[in-house]
């Protein structure tokens, strides 16, 4: 079982009955009361078990817990999703941020392993924004402002932060959780990568490619096949298109990519037009135009125009006063621990 890096991340415990196939996992983890054995799908009588699956989430009195799944081959190696999981924990490992959801505890074994994260009653961003009648009401201005705030701080610890450079790989909507004060939570860090490769950037890295999700990738990932930090703010600025308009990345009925449906009519100055209607005129028109022109250069198609992160995360903090409806009057960016 791998070793603890940070004191707070406790390792958990399991056992697999190999009697079955499926392997049923059984959980306990350490300063908890879980003990419930799991039976992960396998889909068409497949022996390989889907590469993260959420199974609970674990109420434990004051603690809520959401456990993850990781597996390998039922009968076939399993090297090569060990090693994306290791490297997701890994990163994990190193990181603590408020809008960063918090690995609670990991069990890392060759066969299985579990991670254990906190607990986001309220879904993610997708199902949100884009949940149709199974969606609750209209999420405020302010609240998209604060979400949009609080995602672009977490993306900045992540590039500029103390220790190497991380870029995410895959930012968008349904992989912002909202916790129970509809807070944002960065979660999904399975094609997350550190170090040089991250660092690199500009056109200049290791040659590892990271393949984000359709609509929200950089087209300029998608010509040279390298992510850098510049990938990551183009994905965060279909995030911020989406949350002024109320619109998927892609479009179901069309399979147009909301870059290409909305930015020129932003582009003619038209923002009005192109703002949710589901918020029936209760935004700041002047705060709409500064977020949308921000998005528009965060999807710029030169990355060398991008803002950073520090950039986004200014603009955002000096020229919407919504954040302070939505989260108070003091906005504090330092690092929580």
Known sequence: ?????????????????????????????????????????????????????????????????????????????????????????????????????????????????????????????????????????????????????????????????SGPAVVHGDIKASNVLLDGNMDAKLCDFGFAHSGVSATAGRGRSSGRAIMGSPGYVDPQLLRTGVANEQSDVYSFGVLLLELVTGREAVCRETGRRLTAVVCPTISKGNVADAVDRSLAGKYSADEAAVVAELAMRCVSDAPGLRPSMADVVHVLQEKTTALISAVGPRLDRRIMF
């Open 1 to 161: 079982m791998a070793s603890m890096v940070r004191p707070d991340v406790k390792v958990a415990s399991r056992h697999v009955q190999t009697s079955s196939c499926p392997p049923k996992l059984q959980v306990g983890f350490k300063g908890y009361e879980i003990a419930r054995t799991f039976e992960p799908d396998v889909r068409n009588g497949a022996t390989e078990v889907c590469n993260k699956i959420e199974l609970i989430a674990v109420n434990t009195g004051n603690s809520s817990l959401t456990l993850f799944f990781q597996s390998g081959l039922v009968h076939c190696s399993s090297e090569r999703l060990h090693r994306a999981f290791r490297q997701e924990l890994d990163v994990l490992l190193s990181l603590r941020h408020p809008h960063i959801v918090r690995l609670l505890g990991y069990c890392d074994e060759r066969d299985e392993g579990v991670l254990v994260f906190e607990y986001a009653p309220n879904g993610d961003l997708h199902q949100r924004l884009h949940g149709g009648e199974d969606a609750a009401a209209p999420l405020p201005w302010s609240r998209r402002v604060a979400i949009a705030f609080q995602v672009a701080t977490a993306l900045e610890y992540l590039h500029e932060g």
